[in-house]
């Protein structure tokens, strides 16, 4: 396992052309019944504009609570969030609802949560529309280029009910990019799918981002989902812990293959997170002993290291 740093790109970020989404050292507390729960820890992130990452990590490490603060609907308790080039600490209410109709698309878990039950589903795809003032003649025609786009155009009149899962969360999809937002946050899109319908909303999901070039991340159980992206951000604790990049790479006998290299997040901090496993096998607790080498770092238990040098 290598490192890889986000400070290049931090950096960047101050001179007012960084990545599409900069989350730096954020930090979300919640007070409940007088204990506080820290939710986010110092979480380090960044997004190109036009990139498609995927999320994981256990229940409770904080991924629902970093879609919430990117979506505009919290705000965290210390930290940078910038998205788009707009810094969502100091949106003002007006900004803050205008980032959320227009910016930002959200896609639940639920095809329900994003989808009126009594209209249809070009009627559903519209309603944002109406609400971003985008004039009544483009509506249609809009609409229906996102249900084509979606592979959901023959259902276009009919009623959620007459949908399966799949149509219903590729319909949803189409409402959550009704106003082609420059990003997309998915939760769990196909957390309630068969892998059938979990296919078709992942590759509708693909095809946004191609067509329309929306910046997506999908918070993901699903490895299916997870092993199609060109990178994976794991969340660990409320922090990026790792990272998985695939590219496509010709072997010595010149076929095509997908590689898979698995990096450890080093923020600016200097902090990395070890792997449980590495941890647990070398019985890694405390305190451990660095030695720098010229081409690595090496980390020892600080007891064995005491007991070699004796
Ligand atoms: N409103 C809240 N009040 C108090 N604690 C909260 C609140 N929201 C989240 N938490 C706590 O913050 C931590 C992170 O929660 P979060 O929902 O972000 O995790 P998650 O990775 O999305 O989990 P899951 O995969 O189960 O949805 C958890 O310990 C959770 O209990």
């Given at each position: 396992?290598?490192?890889?740093?986000?400070?290049?790109s931090?950096?960047?970020?101050?001179?007012?052309d960084g990545?599409y989404?900069?989350c730096?050292?954020?930090?979300?507390i919640f007070?409940?019944?007088?204990?506080?729960?820290?939710?986010?820890q110092?979480?380090d992130?960044?997004?190109?504009?036009?990139?498609?990452?995927?999320?994981?990590?256990?229940s409770?490490?904080?991924?629902?609570?970093?879609?919430?603060?990117l979506s505009?609907?919290?705000?965290?308790?210390?930290?940078?969030?910038?998205?788009?080039?707009?810094?969502?600490?100091?949106?003002?209410?007006?900004?803050?609802?205008?980032?959320?109709?227009?910016?930002?698309?959200?896609?639940?878990?639920?095809?329900?949560a994003?989808?009126?039950?009594y209209l249809?589903?070009?009627?559903n795809v519209?309603?944002?529309?109406?609400?971003?003032?985008?004039?009544?003649?483009?509506?249609?025609?809009?609409?229906?280029e996102?249900?084509?786009v979606?592979g959901?155009?023959?259902c276009?009149?009919?009623?959620?009910?007459?949908?399966?899962?799949g149509?219903?969360?590729?319909?949803?999809?189409?409402?959550?990019?009704?106003?082609?937002?420059?990003?997309?946050?998915?939760?769990e899109?196909?957390?309630?799918?068969?892998?059938?319908s979990?296919?078709?909303?992942?590759?509708?999901?693909?095809?946004?981002?191609?067509?329309?070039?929306?910046?997506?991340?999908?918070v993901?159980?699903?490895?299916?989902?997870?092993?199609?992206?060109?990178?994976?951000?794991?969340?660990?604790?409320?922090?990026?812990?790792?990272?998985?990049?695939?590219?496509?790479?010709?072997?010595?006998?010149?076929?095509?293959?997908?590689?898979?290299?698995?990096?450890?997040?080093?923020?600016?901090?200097?902090?990395?997170?070890?792997?449980?496993?590495?941890?647990?096998?070398?019985?890694?607790?405390?305190?451990?002993?660095?030695d720098?080498?010229?081409?690595?770092?090496?980390?020892?238990?600080?007891?064995?290291?005491?007991?070699?040098?004796?």
């Amino acid at each position: 396992m290598s490192t890889a740093t986000s400070a290049t790109s931090a950096t960047r970020s101050r001179r007012g052309d960084g990545p599409y989404i900069l989350c730096d050292n954020l930090v979300r507390i919640f007070s409940a019944e007088g204990v506080e729960v820290v939710a986010l820890q110092g979480l380090d992130l960044t997004v190109e504009k036009g990139e498609l990452v995927a999320l994981v990590g256990a229940s409770g490490s904080g991924k629902s609570t970093l879609l919430a603060i990117l979506s505009g609907l919290d705000t965290p308790s210390a930290g940078v969030v910038r998205v788009a080039g707009r810094d969502l600490l100091t949106l003002s209410a007006r900004d803050r609802l205008h980032y959320r109709r227009r910016t930002v698309g959200f896609l639940h878990q639920q095809a329900a949560a994003n989808l009126l039950p009594y209209l249809s589903a070009q009627e559903n795809v519209e309603l944002p529309m109406s609400l971003a003032r985008v004039p009544r003649s483009e509506r249609a025609t809009r609409a229906a280029e996102t249900l084509e786009v979606l592979g959901v155009a023959d259902c276009a009149a009919r009623r959620a009910h007459e949908m399966s899962g799949g149509q219903q969360q590729r319909v949803a999809l189409g409402v959550a990019l009704a106003n082609r937002p420059g990003v997309l946050l998915a939760d769990e899109p196909t957390g309630e799918l068969d892998s059938r319908s979990s296919d078709e909303v992942f590759a509708a999901i693909r095809r946004a981002n191609d067509t329309f070039g929306t910046t997506v991340l999908v918070v993901t159980h699903d490895a299916q989902v997870s092993e199609q992206v060109a990178r994976t951000v794991g969340i660990r604790d409320g922090r990026t812990s790792s990272e998985v990049r695939r590219r496509t790479a010709v072997d010595e006998h010149g076929n095509e293959g997908l590689v898979a290299e698995e990096f450890a997040v080093l923020d600016r901090a200097g902090r990395l997170q070890l792997p449980r496993q590495f941890t647990a096998a070398l019985e890694l607790r405390d305190r451990v002993r660095l030695d720098l080498e010229t081409d690595h770092i090496g980390v020892w238990p600080a007891g064995r290291r005491e007991e070699d040098q004796g």
